[in-house]
């Protein structure tokens, strides 16, 4: 039914359960992955050069995010689902964003991706990458919230 599935992963609990549940219906539909992490390079402005260089900043965030990336590679090798990896940069904003043009362009039919379900004004505050997606989507978006005790809502 679902040939490809874009997959955005952060590290987070949440992320991890999105990622679960993409394998999940991978295996059942034989679909392809294209997992997706976002490098914000917005949190190495100015007020962060005095600790560290802007430039070894962004560079230690790349290498976490290949890292992440491969762990999730291994995880897809290991279940038997062909996937493929993505590093996406943005300077500020909502990775919701990269999110959509990836999903565009590759093109996905799916997209699955954990949400941390905050309400209120955590939401307001911190932002929803998740309700960005679904708004903008153009195809059909599954969140998957992780259990609460490793943090969802």
Not at 10 to 23: F, W
Not at 33 to 47: E, K, N, Q
Not at 56 to 81: H, M, P, V, W
Not at 113 to 123: D, E, F, I, N, P
């Amino acid at each position: 039914m679902y040939e490809r599935i874009l997959v955005p992963v952060d590290g987070s609990d949440a992320s991890h359960a999105g990622l679960n549940e993409a394998l999940a219906l991978a295996a059942e539909h034989q679909s392809r992955l294209r997992l997706v992490h976002v490098v914000d390079d917005l949190i190495t402005m100015p007020m962060y050069e005095g600790a560290i260089f802007a430039g070894e900043l962004i560079e230690q965030l790349r290498k976490q995010g290949r890292k992440l990336l491969d762990e999730c590679l291994a995880l897809c090798k290991k279940k038997g689902i062909a996937a493929e990896a993505v590093l996406l940069e943005r300077v500020g904003g909502q990775a919701g964003v990269l999110v959509i043009e990836q999903a565009q362009e590759w093109p996905a039919e799916l997209i699955v991706m954990g949400t941390h379900g905050r309400k209120g004004l955590k939401r307001i505050v911190l932002g929803s990458d998740a309700e960005y997606v679904v708004r903008h989507a153009t195809v059909p978006v599954l969140l998957v919230r992780a259990p609460p005790e490793l943090g969802g809502a």
